[in-house]
């Protein structure tokens, strides 16, 4: 079993930056994929970056490209999501999860955190 939470989240102008967080503990996660996903108010939860644990493996959504950083921190067990020049069509709440395949697919993740709200204001 892997245990996630999330944290960084809040209400930011256009423009803005958050960093989000997610602390993984429980069962060795060398061998995770760790990914981020949103889910906006009547739309599907969407892929927006991934990384593996050795951080060699980066991939992010065209929608973020550019904007939105992630990266790792293995001995504090923590992925990051950073996040620049943030646009109203952000605002989503964030989840992180964790799978053991590189894939931009949820379903195939098998581990959440409770997510946590990002609101981006015009």
């Known amino acids: 079993q892997v245990q996630l939470v999330e944290s960084g989240g809040g209400l930011v102008q256009a423009g803005g930056s958050l960093r989000l967080s997610c602390v993984a503990s429980?069962?060795?996660?060398?061998?995770?994929?760790m990914g981020w996903f949103r889910q906006a108010p009547g739309k599907e939860r969407e892929f927006v970056a991934r990384i593996s644990w050795g951080g060699t493996s980066l991939y992010y959504a065209d929608s973020v490209k550019g904007r939105f950083t992630i990266s790792g921190d293995n001995a504090k067990n923590t992925v990051y999501l950073q996040m620049n020049s943030l646009k109203p069509e952000d605002t989503a709440v964030y989840y992180c999860a964790a799978g053991s395949r590189a894939t931009v697919s949820a379903a195939l993740y098998d581990y959440w955190g409770q997510g946590t709200q990002v609101t981006v204001s015009s």
């Open positions: 429980g069962q060795t996660f060398n061998y995770y994929v």
